[in-house]
């Protein structure tokens, strides 16, 4: 079976910029790739962006994943911030309190 998600990437006209751009369903199938992408965009950016446009469903595992960059973030003092979340991804975000963080 084919995964059900991609994650570009692209770089911001800012180069300490990453933006990361996962699309399709996030769950625990993409979770360890999510994971990674980001851990490795904070390699070369001091701001990783998730942008959520093309994102039609999230789990509590790639929501993991979303809450362990911002805790890379916090702990390396990089930024890092998820935005334009459709409806139903925004509810998740929302609903746990995640988008607390990411707006912080």
Known sequence: MADSYQIGQDYAADPTATILRPSGELDINSRDDLHATIVEAFGAATLVVVDLADV??????????????????VATGAGFRVVNARAGVARVLNVSGAQELFDS
């Open 56 to 73: 039609t469903f999230i789990d509590s595992e790639a929501l993991g994943a979303l809450i362990d960059g911002y805790n890379i973030a």
